[in-house]
């Protein structure tokens, strides 16, 4: 079975230009996370859907970021006008929610590595 | 007040040896959850052990178990027999809230990273 798929793996982009990463969660799961690891600030959560919905978007830093779910198969990121200091791995994560706890888990794409110069 | 506290930055362990991994929590929700999750050099997190407050036994999962002292509010994770491929970051992660209303957000600590000397 195919995992959370993530793209681009790896983005190089020059400051003020705009950003999109995308993510196709896992089929079947209604739950989707973006979330940024940095090792000054270690993994924080952007933004959580669910069944398609923004639920949490607490953790977006700022208006620069904004993020879609158009359908329970695609998700994206952006961010615009990108700066230095988002160079960043993102991670999109799925999960499956519901009243048994064994599906709470969430899985985890393979990140993209994005450095902003 | 860090939710989800790893107090060992990094630490070395003999292959075949156990090793345990500290894990605090800090939660005022009588039902929540705890993950660990390895990620290797490759940069993937990978899920590896789940454990609900309400839960009566400690979880396993082949060479994983948790540790659960509810009182003490810590999760320490247990690696079995450890291998050359045990050599990564260990994040130790918790879901508050009362299941479906809020939902899968989940809190990482700071992560250990794990070195396995053959």
């Known amino acids: 079975d195919a995992g959370v798929i993530q793209s681009p793996r790896h983005e190089v982009t020059e400051m003020g230009q705009e950003v999109t990463l995308r993510c196709k969660p896992i089929?079947?799961?209604?739950?989707l996370f973006w979330y940024r690891q940095t090792m000054m600030r270690g993994l924080e959560l952007l933004i959580y859907?669910?069944?398609?919905?923004?639920?949490?978007d607490s953790g977006m830093p700022e208006d620069r970021f904004s993020a879609k779910m158009p359908n329970a198969s695609f998700s994206t990121l952006k961010i615009q006008p990108s700066e230095p200091r988002d160079s960043a791995v993102y991670f999109c994560?799925?999960?499956?929610?519901?009243?048994?706890?064994?599906?709470?888990?969430?899985?985890f794409g393979p990140g993209t590595r994005l450095t902003v110069t | 007040a860090q939710k989800i506290t790893q107090t060992q930055p990094g630490m070395f362990v003999q292959e075949k040896e156990a090793v345990t991994l500290d894990c605090t929590y800090d939660t005022s929700d009588q039902s929540y959850g705890l993950f660990w999750y390895k990620q290797p050099s490759s940069g993937e997190m990978i899920f590896l052990i789940y454990?609900?407050?309400?839960?009566?036994q400690n979880a396993t999962e082949g060479r994983y178990s948790l540790n659960f002292q509810k009182a003490r509010k810590s999760a320490n994770l247990v690696i079995s027999a450890s291998q050359l491929g045990d050599s990564a970051m260990y994040f130790c992660a918790m879901r508050e809230g009362p299941g479906r209303a809020a939902g899968n957000k989940l809190t990482f600590g700071g992560g250990t990273r794990v070195l396995v000397k053959p």
């Open positions: 994560a799925s999960s499956l929610e519901s009243g048994l706890k064994s599906l709470y888990e969430q899985y």
């Open positions: 859907f669910n069944n398609n919905v923004p639920i949490d």
């Open positions: 089929s079947g799961h209604n739950s």
């Open positions: 454990q609900g407050s309400y839960d009566e």
